[in-house]
């Protein structure tokens, strides 16, 4: 129904933005990450916008990228989750961190976004990592991604990665360190230079 909205910012809340648009004031529900992003208030501003519809309301959403909406778009496919709580995980990940995280298995970083719990999150890895596709992922990711989703088909990787893990590191930051060494190392030489790469990254 709407698919964007152009407008002048009035209102950059923690939680909702006010676009207003031929004399009309329209409040998005919004991430933490757009309202930061969006631009300044009184300036000309583009949000993408998802309207969702109640029975007892209707609430539209706005968001400053196609990829958070098509990130968004996909959770609240997701059995158990609303928008509120889309809202919520992308207030925590960005859609590249999001999709980092599904093809890493990486369940316990999602449950950083509030109220998300770990079996709600196991349903967004478990339900999501086929559809990693709709995501939209920064060009410069994409390689990262795919480099991550084929350390799980490397025994030494896979290895390596449960090693980082038990180390403290998230599933995903060390799935992304391993994922971009030679899969011909050992499993020792994979956490060595895992641990150089996340120490780089700190």
């Given at each position: 129904?709407?698919?964007?909205?152009?407008?002048?910012?009035?209102?950059?809340?923690?939680?909702?933005?006010?676009?207003?648009?031929?004399?009309?004031?329209?409040?998005?529900?919004?991430?933490?990450?757009?309202?930061?992003?969006?631009?300044?208030?009184?300036?000309?501003?583009?949000?993408?916008?998802?309207?969702?519809?109640?029975?007892?309301?209707?609430?539209?959403?706005?968001?400053?990228?196609?990829?958070?909406?098509?990130?968004?778009?996909?959770?609240?496919?997701?059995?158990?989750?609303?928008?509120?709580?889309?809202?919520?995980?992308?207030?925590?990940?960005?859609?590249?961190?999001?999709?980092?995280?599904?093809?890493?298995?990486?369940?316990?970083?999602?449950?950083?976004?509030?109220?998300?719990?770990?079996?709600?999150?196991?349903?967004?890895?478990?339900?999501?990592?086929?559809?990693?596709?709709?995501?939209?992922?920064?060009?410069?990711?994409?390689?990262?991604?795919?480099?991550?989703?084929?350390?799980?088909?490397?025994?030494?990787?896979?290895?390596?990665?449960?090693?980082?893990?038990?180390?403290?590191?998230?599933?995903?930051?060390?799935?992304?360190?391993?994922?971009?060494?030679?899969?011909?190392?050992?499993?020792?030489?994979?956490?060595?230079?895992?641990?150089k790469q996340l120490a780089k990254n700190l």
């Open positions: 129904m709407l698919y964007n909205i152009k407008g002048k910012l009035t209102v950059a809340d923690v939680n909702f933005i006010v676009v207003e648009c031929g004399g009309i004031g329209f409040k998005c529900f919004t991430t933490v990450n757009t309202a930061k992003t969006v631009g300044e208030i009184g300036k000309e501003v583009n949000v993408y916008t998802y309207l969702a519809v109640r029975e007892d309301a209707m609430d539209l959403y706005g968001f400053s990228t196609i990829a958070e909406l098509d990130a968004f778009k996909l959770l609240i496919t997701v059995s158990g989750i609303g928008p509120k709580a889309a809202v919520a995980i992308l207030s925590e990940l960005t859609p590249d961190k999001l999709a980092l995280c599904i093809a890493s298995g990486d369940s316990k970083s999602i449950t950083r976004a509030q109220g998300v719990g770990k079996k709600t999150a196991e349903r967004v890895v478990l339900e999501l990592k086929d559809k990693m596709g709709s995501i939209s992922i920064a060009a410069d990711n994409s390689g990262v991604v795919a480099n991550v989703l084929s350390v799980s088909e490397n025994e030494n990787a896979a290895e390596a990665v449960e090693a980082l893990v038990a180390l403290g590191y998230s599933q995903s930051d060390a799935a992304m360190a391993v994922s971009s060494l030679d899969k011909s190392m050992s499993v020792d030489e994979m956490i060595r230079f895992g641990l």
